[in-house]
């Protein structure tokens, strides 16, 4: 497989399992030098295992400036300069309601949920935007389905990721012309080990949840499970430098058709 990332420097942060993890193979395939910030050592350890020379790992948390740090000065290409970063930080809330909640419970569920999902995504940028600059590069976000219809997650999953949508909006305008910002928001996706919020407990996964793949399948018109492999095709179109030079502040949806059931 080849393309035209070959050389590039590609910081890719929460891309220790799942979508996160099937877009950093998608970058390596395709030549990219390649830079992750995982929380988990055990997600890190394979990673390294399997990455070859081109793929480097930071352990840390990617809400956390000192890491984002770390992981940009790993990144840096030889010009100091990063050509892309993707921000695959989540968490998910397990579809909980509002009616659920104690006052107390969503304030702190909120807390972490914004603060992972949207504040994670603008700490990185902030970051790593003079360096992102230097190279003309350009950022991709992850969104979700839930940032386009009431599905995919509750109100505090799907609230976090319509507040991505703005910042994929405001930030094509803030960082343009020397940077580009774009997003995918993939559907329901098998194959993944999405983790619920600590504030609530919820220490269930998204592979551990029965019955999903087949509750996926049933929910777009395509009627398959998409694998976490299917969405990092789009990612891989938009930090193209060439096929992408033109495309900023917009979204791709890699949902299997979910959108269009009324």
């Known amino acids: 497989m080849s393309g035209g990332l070959k050389g590039l420097s590609m910081l890719v942060t929460g891309g220790g399992s799942g979508i996160g993890q099937a877009v950093c193979e998608r970058y390596l395939a395709l030549g990219a030098r390649v830079t992750v910030l995982e929380r988990s050592p055990e997600h890190a350890d394979v990673l390294r295992r399997g990455g070859g020379d081109r793929l480097r790992v930071v352990v840390g948390d ?11 000065a790993v990144a840096r290409n030889d010009d100091g300069g990063l050509d892309h970063l993707t921000s695959c930080v989540g968490v998910f809330d397990h579809y909980v309601s509002i009616r659920e909640l104690t006052p107390a419970e969503l304030e702190s569920a909120g807390d972490e949920m914004w603060h992972t999902n949207v504040l994670g995504s603008l700490k990185a940028i902030n ?34 990721k319509w507040a991505l949508r703005g910042v994929v909006d405001h930030l094509s305008a803030d960082l343009a012309p020397r940077v580009r910002v774009n997003g ?79």
């Open 62 to 72: 990617a809400t956390d400036r000192e890491a984002l740090a770390e992981a940009l």
């Open 127 to 160: 970051v790593c935007h003079e360096a992102l600059s230097a190279a003309r590069g350009s950022v991709t976000l992850t969104l979700s389905e839930s940032a386009f219809h009431p599905r995919g997650g509750g109100v505090l999953y799907g609230s976090s």
């Open 184 to 262: 995918v928001a993939p559907g329901g996706t098998g194959g993944t080990r999405f983790g619920g919020l600590r504030s609530l407990g919820q220490e269930l996964t998204a592979d551990r949840v029965e019955g999903r793949d087949e509750r996926i399948a049933r929910s777009n018109v395509l009627g398959v499970t998409p694998r976490p492999e299917d969405h990092s095709g789009a990612y891989a179109y938009l930090a193209d430098p060439s096929a992408a030079r033109i495309v900023t502040g917009i979204v791709i949806n890699t949902d299997a058709g979910s959108g269009a059931w009324t």
